[in-house]
């Protein structure tokens, strides 16, 4: 009364389309129909897939596909702006803490190490000129005492229009605990006329406080311009003795311009 063979091929195409179900694709389904009529030319295969509607199948099969494809094509979307937005996030901090050492290391080098400074007045002629630019090095007197003619950097009382304090650049002429004093144009230490004085020649018109024997306290320094004449610095009281805890640096070179370039000490 039934045909057996077409029974059993009704059942077959029930479990391939399990596979379906099961998530194979329309190309794996085909196949193994493919197959399936293969090893059975001698039944009404035909008859089974027209049964199922074959066109009706493709169609859902295909709109199957379709799904499963934009669905990971929409993952590998999101998958790929959070690797995207997770790089980003990633450089940014990178460049934010770059930027961020850089600042403070920045900050830390010019308060400890060297900083750079303008000469501004003819104080330190002929050595170093109006507009020359200067590293003050700082690192030096650390452990060791500033020395007879460095020339060193520190702050006097006055500020200047922006609230800053003013700073001088001076040459050491006294150390701690000497005595300097003024007579004829000519400076003197402890009584002995200062002869490897080699950074100025001319004589001195105003010897200011110095006039008289000045004692130095263990802490104080005398320094005097280059360009004696023409300098303001511890002959007045305006500047008067600098002590130690004062003297930010010692101008180490001369950077700018290029025809001053040179080492300074």
């Known amino acids: 009364m039934y045909d057996e063979n ?8 029930c479990r ?11 190309g794996r389904l085909f196949e193994e129909l493919h197959i399936l009529n293969e090893n059975n030319s001698g039944h009404s295969w035909e008859k089974v897939l027209d049964e ?7 169609q859902d099969i295909a709109q199957m596909d379709y799904a499963y494809g934009e669905g990971q094509a929409v ?4 998958q790929g702006r959070g690797i995207s937005r997770g790089r980003v996030l990633h450089n940014f901090v990178l460049a934010v803490s770059c ?3 850089a600042f403070f290391l920045s900050i830390f080098i010019n308060s400890n190490v060297a900083h750079q400074t303008t000469i501004k007045g003819e104080s330190m002629e002929p050595f170093l000129k109006n507009d020359d630019s200067v590293i003050i090095q700082k690192l030096s007197y650390y452990w060791e005492d500033p020395g007879r003619y460095d020339i060193i950097v520190f702050p006097v009382t006055d500020e200047d229009e922006n609230g800053k304090r003013i700073h001088y650049i001076k040459r050491i002429i006294g150390l701690p605990g000497e005595v300097v004093q003024i007579i004829d144009g000519k400076v003197y230490i402890n009584g002995e006329q200062l002869d490897d004085d080699i950074y100025s ?3 001195i018109a105003d010897p200011g406080i110095a006039e008289s024997p000045v004692q130095l306290a263990e802490d104080e320094y005398f320094v005097l311009g280059d360009n004696r004449n023409m300098s303001t610095d511890s002959r007045y009281t305006y500047v008067g003795m600098v002590k130690r805890k004062d003297i930010e640096g010692e101008a180490w070179c001369c950077i700018w311009p290029f025809s001053h370039i040179k080492k300074i000490g």
Do not use: F, H, P, Q
């Open 6 to 13: 077409l029974i059993d091929d009704s059942l077959e195409a």
């Open 99 to 101: 930027i961020a050492t």
């Open 201 to 203: 020649d001319e004589e």
């Open 52 to 58: 199922i509607d074959t066109v009706s199948l493709k």
């Open 75 to 78: 993952y590998g979307r999101a």
């Open 16 to 26: 391939n389309l399990d596979i379906v179900k099961n998530g194979a694709t329309a």
